[in-house]
């Protein structure tokens, strides 16, 4: 026979006993307040008397060898940055960067510049810190989908195997010049990869860099280990067009929203129907005799120009999946107005801790793809229009501004980023007793 446990009732404090907590909780939030007097962890030099602790506003350095001593446990916000965090960004040779950018012109506004522009906005961002001692994270300079690209022209069958040997060139300058790499095995090290296949451009990524952070435009965690939701993080990806990126495409009144829904792009593609999961020829069929849609391949007759305006005039643009789940198309979409139409399950959207994208997106299952139609046509009139407006409250976090502005895309990967702030450095040979 089962029996109720008997409930342990804990005595209620006495009011002096309140009066003396509420005294030290004042005077632990008073000390808080005061950048001067943080208590912050012991310094790590043996050298130093035990527990020595660093007591400085800046507190990377310790008073009393004024050196090896670990951040202070804060989550200030910098007025200078209204962030909590500094990054510091290795020095590497421009083999891995900024020659590339040089040479490969397409580098800087392909959809996978997202590897460019990041680097380029932290080097003048108040973000960054040339002290090391200092930093929350560590940035690797290296544009490997733009050196890919490359090889793929230059090595043929070679340039995976290049470039792998390439990314081992960088990783050794990091590991065997300085010591903070190996302080917590990368962990607090991020490394772009702005293409589809994330890390997998470098062969060895596992070997050698599987826990530090990714920036990549693929979140889909059924591609084996290449996202991690824990440490990685999700990013737009670059479009550099002025009249998308800066809204003023969507400003222009003079369209009328005459078109239902819009696709121009690949379709049939030489994987069959092993593209996009065979969705885009489904569509194509069901849509194509519908007078207020278009969904077609892109033709010399609809040019860059065309596609943007088709876009605007259109109330749904339909992202369906290609190779992967991401499309470019649905960052389009936003800026211009236009509610994105997914039909990729595995996706994930950038800023989901912070952002619902139920509010302005349609999503469609794969196996759903033959009522797409009638899915859209019985969306309210009142739901569309709401949707319209939480893409203008939020299209600007998709959109890579230049100069970047509070509120875009590079800002809020960087508020994604602090998330990832640890405040203890250790790794798996850090031990402590």
């Known amino acids: 026979m089962l029996t109720r446990a008997r409930r342990h ?32 962890p012991p310094c790590n030099n043996r050298k130093c008397p ?69 680097h380029e906005e932290l080097l003048k961002s108040p973000l960054r810190t040339l002290d090391p001692d200092e930093a929350d994270f560590f940035y690797i300079p290296i544009y490997g989908e733009c050196y890919l690209f490359r090889e793929n022209q230059r090595s043929g069958r070679d340039a995976m195997s290049n470039t792998n040997r390439w990314f081992r060139k ?21 490394w772009t990869f702005p293409g589809a296949r994330g890390p997998h451009i470098f062969k060895d990524w596992k070997r050698n860099i599987k826990k530090s952070i990714f920036l990549t435009p693929e979140g889909d965690r059924s591609l084996s280990e290449q996202f991690n939701t824990w440490k990685d993080i999700v990013i737009p ?44 020829i489904i569509l194509e069929r069901l849509l194509k005799s519908e ?24 109330t749904f643009c339909l992202c369906p999946r290609g190779w992967s789940p991401w499309t470019l198309r649905a960052y389009q979409a936003m800026m211009v107005g236009c509610i994105p139409v997914v039909m990729a399950d595995e996706i994930e959207f950038p800023y989901e801790n912070s952002l619902d994208w139920k509010k302005l997106t349609v999503k469609i299952a794969e ?33 890579w501004q230049k100069p970047s502005k509070p509120g875009d895309a590079f800002h809020s990967v960087m508020r994604e980023l602090e998330g990832k702030k640890r405040f203890m ?9």
């Not at 278009?294 to 005039?313: H, I, L, S, W």
């Not at 859209?376 to 319209?388: M, S, V, Y």
């Open 367 to 399: 196996k759903d793809v033959n009522n797409t139609l009638s899915i859209l046509r019985g969306i309210p009139q009142a739901t569309i229009e709401e949707k319209r407006r939480e893409i203008e409250k939020v299209w600007r976090m998709v959109a």
């Open 50 to 118: 035990p527990q020595e602790k660093c007591r400085t506003p800046s507190c990377p350095k310790c008073p009393s060898c004024k050196s090896e001593c670990s951040p202070c446990p804060t989550s200030e916000v910098d007025p200078k940055t209204g962030f909590t965090f500094k990054i510091y960004i290795y020095d590497l040779p421009k083999e891995f960067h900024s020659d590339l950018k040089r040479d490969q012109k397409r580098c800087v506004s392909d959809q996978y510049g997202t590897e460019i522009r990041i």
């Open 170 to 190: 960088a990783l050794n300058i990091v590991v065997k010049e300085t010591p903070y790499w190996n302080r917590t095995q990368g962990r607090d090290h991020i």
């Open 9 to 40: 009732v804990l005595p209620r404090p006495t009011a002096q006993v309140r009066k003396e907590a509420a005294s030290e909780i004042s005077e632990v939030t008073r000390r808080a307040g005061q950048g001067s007097a943080r208590d912050c």
């Open 237 to 280: 990806g670059l479009e550099a067009d002025e009249e998308f990126w800066s809204g003023k495409l969507k400003r222009d009144d003079s369209f009328d929203r005459d078109i239902f829904a819009f696709f121009k792009g690949t379709i049939h593609n030489r994987g069959g129907k092993s593209y996009s999961k065979g969705l885009r």
């Open 425 to 433: 450095k250790v790794s798996s040979f850090t031990f402590w007793n």
């Open 291 to 314: 007078k207020d849609i278009v969904f077609a391949e892109q033709t010399p007759d609809c040019n860059r120009k065309c596609y943007k305006r088709m876009m605007r005039r259109s």
